[in-house]
């Protein structure tokens, strides 16, 4: 799942379901082995990785929160990594001997930046978890965790393929604001072939009510902002409280520190609101 993320550069207007608090916390001690025994570190702690059930430890590199932690296959496992800078094209990978899926469940947005994940369909064994930033994406950090064998997977919820206002769904029903449109069309719609760009229609949906969106954001000018800019939206995680497109677009891209321009019905960099189009993304 790729995540365009720049708060300041991706991605939640509102972290969803309860889960409006992400700081990373300590988890509780198990019964440890060569390692500081079951999660009795804070994951954000690299020096005092996990170590099972009286195994080899495991790895776990600052910034990362597992819940639970160690996983299970019968549970929802949500993955938090957080950093003290903006980043853009977040992602998070998992590795292992299973396939399971990962749906982003949102972002906070304000330092420190906090991702959200909940990964369903985990088997057991030994897996890696890896997150993923930048234009070239790179890997950022990982960290290794063995899944316990409690029983079968949870409904991993409504899914299926993106449409090209959204992400997976059904359909987009999931979302209330499907059908909703800009206050005014953008020049900038996903494709040159759907542009100018309206209305919304599809978005993704996850277990915990997270629903991912498309907002029109203006190419990032590297030659004049080489630090890059806070106004991809190409994914938006908002929660169920909007009522239209144009309202979650907007609180979306100023949650990023950028500037909403509502003459272009876009998202731009702060300095570029009320000035002439530079260009499209895909151009």
Known sequence: MRVVLFFAGALCLAACSGDQDSTPGTASG???????????????????????????????????????????????????????????????????????????????????????????????????????????????????????????APDAGSGGSSGSGGGGGAGGHCCKIVGTQLKNPSPCGPSASSSPWQTLDNAGCNAAGCQKIWCPFEKCDAAKYPGGCPSGTEACFINDSFSSYEDACQSCCQGFGACWDPNLSMCRHPNECGKPLWQCPWQ
């Open 30 to 152: 198990g019964t440890g082995g060569t390692g500081t025994g079951g999660t009795g570190a804070s994951v954000a702690d690299s020096s005092f990785p996990s170590g099972g059930s009286g195994g080899t430890p495991q790895p776990c590199d600052a910034g990362f929160v597992l819940t639970p932690d160690p996983p299970t296959t019968g549970s929802v496992l949500r993955v938090a990594f957080t950093d003290s800078q903006p980043l853009t094209y977040v992602d998070v990978r998992v590795t292992g001997p299973s396939t399971p899926t990962v749906t982003g469940a949102g972002i906070t947005t304000k330092a420190p930046w906090t991702w959200n994940w909940d990964v369903v369909g985990l088997g057991a064994g030994l897996h890696t978890f890896e997150f993923w930033a930048g234009e070239p994406q790179e890997k950022r950090a990982s960290c290794v965790r063995m899944v316990a064998d409690t029983g079968p």
